[in-house]
C-alpha cells in the first residue's frame, strides 16, 4: 500500500473523532447542561458520555496500532497555507486565552499563564511562519507550547475544585493532557524520532476531546485548537514529502533509451536512498522490465559487461564508468545461503522491489513515473526506522549477510531498526555460519569505520557470531581501579575512540582479545591480565586468517595487538629506535591505538603523555633524524674500502654505528663513522 492510500484512513479516523466530538456537544446541549454550559453532574447521559468516550479511544488504539503512514517531516515541504493559517488559529487562542484568564483573575498562577501564553503564541506564528517558508519547526518551538497547556490546566482545575463531584472536570483534564502530548510527539516527529502510531493516536485523541469540550467553559480556547488540529492535518501530504531526483546525464540517457523503445526503467536502491536522506549517491542501479537481451540489443552501440547476464544484468560501458541494468525478478530461496536458486524475470517494478531486504532500499525512481514506494520506504527514512521487506525471518534466511548490511545500515544512517527486524536478526544470526568470509569481513570492515560504542553494544551478538572469541570477553568484571567496564564494552569505546582507519580499529576491536584467558588476581582481589598482548596476538592471527584479511592488513593488526602494551617514551632515543625498527606510520598508528585505549578506562584518567610523544615525532621527522642504516654518512662500500671483505660482518658494524648515532653517543659524520667502525673492528 502506498503513502497516499495509508493517509486516507488516517485521515478518516481524524475526522471520525471530530465528528464524535461535535455530536456529544449538541447531545449535551438538547438533553440539559447546567448554568455555566456543562453537563449536570447527576445527568443520567454522563455514564453514557464516558462509555463512548472510552470506546473511542480505545477504537483509535486499535485502528492506529498498524498504522505506518504518518506523513514524513524531515523533508522540506512546499509552502503551505493551510497548515500556516491553523497554527496562527492556535496563536490567538493561545494569546486571548491566556489574558483573558489572567484580567478575570489576576493571580500568580494566572498571569504566569499569560505569559505562557504569549510564549506559546509566539511559538506557534513562528512556526506558521515556517510553514509558509517550506521550513521544518526546531523541537524547542514546540515544547515551549507545552507550559501554556499546563498553567490551562491548572486555571480550569481551579474553577471546578469547589465543585462536590469532580466529574465534569475530567474531560477538561484528558483535553488539555492530549493536547500536551500530542505537541510533543509532533515534536519529535520533527526532530526525526520514530512516533507515528503515538502520534497518530493522541492527534485524533486531541481532536476527539477538543470537540467535547467547547461544551463547557473556555470554549473558544478548545475550538481554537480544533481548528488548528484539523487543517494542520489535513494540510500535510506524503506526496509532498519527495522530491524530484537529480539524476547524472548519462544515468537519465540509459533510462530515455529504455523508455524510448517503450520499456519502463527506474533508478532503483541505494541510490534513491541516499537521495532522500540528502546525500550524494555513488554508485546508480537501474532496473527495467526488458530482458537482458532486449537491454543488450538497445545498447548495442557501446561495451557491455554480461557476466552477470544469467542473474538479469547487463552492464553498459559509458565512459570510465559501468552502468548496471537489471531485469525486474524474483528469486528462489537460498540453499547455500548465497546464491538465489533460481531467477524468474517479472514485469512490474513492484514486484522486483519485493524481494529487496530493507524498505528503505525498496523505493524506485523515474523522471516520468516518480517514486514507486509500495513499502513505504521514504516513511521509515524520515521517521529513522530500519524495516525488513516483508517477514523479516525470511528475509535474513534468504542471505544471512543481511543480518549484518542491517547493522552497517542502522549505524550509518542512524536508524531504529524496527522490533520485529531487530528480533529475527538476533534469531538469525547463527546462519552468519554459512557465508564466505569474505562477504561477511568486507561487511564488517564498512561497519567498523561507522560504528560507536553504542552501536557495538547494542548489536554484541552479531559482533560474537563473526568473532567468537570476543563472546567471553562480553560482561567479564575486569577488578581493576584502571578500568571501570567490563572487557567488552571497554573495546567498544576503544573502537569508537580510534581514527576511523581500518588497520586501527579492527586492531581495537580484537587488541584484548587476550584478556578472559590471561586473568589474575592478587591478594587484594585486584584483576592483573599479565602477557595478555601476546596471547592476544597469537588469537589475533587466527582470527585474521579465518576472516581472510589481506597480508598487508593482517601485518599491521597483528603488530598493533602484539605491541599496544609497549611503553612509548618521550624520550626521542626511544622513538628513534622504535621508528628505525617499525617505521614512523606503524609508531603513529601504535600511539592512536593506545591512546583510545587509555581514553576508553572510564575512570578520567589524564596524561599529557601522547601529546609530548607526538610532539617528540615531529621535532625527529623536521630534523630528518638518522632513523635507519640507508641515513648514515656512511654504507658497505665505505667499511670494505677500509679493507674489509665483504660479509654479514659488514651489516653488523652498520647496525651497531647506527645504535650509537641514535643513542647521540656519535655524530652522523664520515670522518666520525669511519673512526667508530675502525675501532669497532679493532676490538
Request: aromatic share 10%; hydrophobic share 45%.
Amino acid at each position: 500500500m502506498k503513502n497516499a492510500e495509508k493517509q486516507t484512513p488516517l485521515s478518516l479516523a481524524s475526522l471520525l473523532a471530530g465528528a464524535l466530538g461535535c455530536i456529544l456537544y449538541l447531545s449535551l446541549r438538547l438533553l440539559g447542561t447546567d448554568s455555566r454550559g456543562f453537563i449536570q453532574t447527576g445527568h443520567p447521559v454522563a455514564i453514557l458520555l464516558f462509555l463512548l468516550t472510552a470506546a473511542t479511544l480505545v477504537g483509535l488504539a486499535i485502528s492506529l496500532r498498524q498504522f505506518k503512514g504518518t506523513p514524513s517531516y524531515n523533508h522540506i515541504f512546499p509552502a503551505d497555507l493551510l497548515g500556516a493559517i491553523g497554527h496562527f488559529v492556535a496563536a490567538g487562542g493561545a494569546l486571548l486565552t491566556g489574558i483573558l484568564t489572567a484580567v478575570s483573575q489576576a493571580d500568580i498562577i494566572n498571569i504566569l499563564g499569560a505569559i505562557a501564553g504569549i510564549l506559546a503564541a509566539g511559538s506557534f506564528v513562528y512556526m506558521g511562519l515556517c510553514r509558509m517558508e517550506k521550513l521544518s519547526p526546531n523541537f524547542n518551538l514546540y515544547i515551549a507550547v507545552v507550559p501554556f497547556f499546563i498553567f490551562n490546566l491548572v486555571s480550569q482545575y481551579r474553577f471546578w475544585s469547589n465543585e462536590p463531584e469532580i466529574l465534569r472536570y475530567v474531560f477538561l483534564l484528558l483535553g488539555n493532557i492530549f493536547l500536551m502530548i500530542t505537541v510533543y510527539y509532533r515534536a519529535c516527529l520533527f526532530a526525526g524520532r520514530n512516533a507515528r502510531s503515538i502520534y497518530a493516536f493522541f492527534h485524533c485523541g486531541s481532536i476527539f476531546f477538543c470537540g467535547v469540550c467547547t461544551v463547557g467553559a473556555n470554549r473558544f480556547f478548545y475550538l481554537c485548537m480544533l481548528l488548528w488540529l484539523f487543517l494542520d492535518w489535513f494540510s500535510l501530504s506524503p506526496k509532498k514529502a519527495a522530491i524530484p531526483m537529480v539524476l547524472p546525464r548519462k544515468v537519465l540517457t540509459c533510462l530515455n533509451k529504455l523508455e524510448e523503445n517503450g520499456f519502463s526503467a527506474y533508478v532503483v536502491g541505494g541510490c534513491v536512498r541516499d537521495f532522500l536522506l540528502g546525500l550524494r549517491p555513488h554508485d546508480y542501479d537501474l532496473c527495467t522490465d526488458a530482458t537482458p537481451e532486449q537491454i543488450a540489443s538497445i545498447f548495442s552501440k557501446h561495451n557491455l559487461v554480461r557476466s552477470g547476464e544469467k542473474h538479469g544484468t547487463i552492464g553498459v560501458v559509458m565512459g570510465s564508468r559501468v552502468y548496471e541494468i537489471t531485469t525486474f525478478r524474483t528469486e528462489g530461496g537460498y540453499a547455500d545461503s548465497r546464491h538465489p536458486d533460481w531467477v524468474n524475470f517479472v514485469s512490474t517494478v513492484e514486484e522486483d522491489l519485493a524481494r529487496r531486504d530493507f524498505t528503505v532500499n525498496a523505493i524506485a525512481y523515474s523522471p516520468s513515473c516518480g517514486y514507486v514506494d509500495p513499502w513505504d520506504g521514504q516513511v521509515d527514512l524520515a521517521s529513522g526506522i530500519l524495516r525488513a521487506v516483508g517477514d523479516p525471518t525470511v528475509r535474513f534466511r534468504e542471505d544471512p549477510l543481511r543480518i549484518l548490511r542491517g547493522v552497517r545500515f542502522a549505524v550509518t544512517y542512524n536508524l531504529d531498526v524496527e522490533k520485529r527486524t531487530e528480533k529475527a536478526m538476533l534469531e538469525q544470526v547463527s546462519l552468519m555460519d554459512t557465508l564466505a568470509r569474505e562477504r561477511v569481513f568486507s561487511e564488517l570492515s564498512k561497519l567498523l569505520l561507522e560504528v560507536s560504542a553504542q552501536d557495538l553494544l547494542r548489536f554484541t551478538p552479531v559482533i560474537t557470531q563473526i568473532i567468537p572469541e570476543l563472546a567471553a570477553t562480553v560482561g567479564f568484571d575486569q577488578h581493576s581501579p584502571h578500568h571501570r567496564y567490563d572487557v567488552f564494552t571497554h573495546i567498544a569505546h576503544t573502537v569508537a575512540a580510534a581514527p576511523k582507519s581500518l588497520p586501527l580499529r579492527l586492531a581495537a576491536l580484537i587488541h584484548d582479545v587476550g584478556k578472559p584467558a590471561t586473568f589474575t588476581q592478587d591478594e587484594s582481589g585486584t584483576g592483573h591480565f599479565y602477557g595478555h598482548a601476546k596471547v592476544g596476538g597469537a588469537m589475533a592471527e587466527e582470527i585474521l586468517a579465518r576472516l581472510k584479511v589481506s597480508n598487508t592488513l593482517r601485518k599491521q593488526v597483528l603488530f598493533l595487538v602484539g605491541n599496544h602494551m609497549v611503553a612509548l617514551m618521550p624520550e626521542k632515543r626511544v622513538l628513534r629506535r622504535h621508528i628505525s625498527r617499525c617505521g614512523e606510520h606503524m609508531i603513529l598508528m601504535l600511539l592512536c591505538l593506545q591512546e583510545a585505549d587509555f581514553a576508553s578506562k572510564g575512570t578520567n584518567e589524564t596524561t599529557n603523555h601522547f601529546s609530548e610523544i607526538r610532539a617528540l615525532l615531529a621535532e625527529i621527522r623536521e630534523e630528518d633524524a638518522c632513523l635507519s642504516v640507508k641515513d648514515l654518512a656512511v654504507d658497505g662500500h665505505d667499511l670494505m674500502d677500509l679493507g674489509l671483505a665483504p660479509g654479514p660482518h659488514i651489516g653488523q658494524c652498520l647496525n651497531e654505528l647506527l645504535r650509537q648515532v641514535q643513542n647521540e653517543t656519535l655524530a652522523n659524520t664520515k670522518e666520525d663513522l669511519i673512526a667508530a667502525a675502525k675501532e669497532y673492528f679493532a676490538g
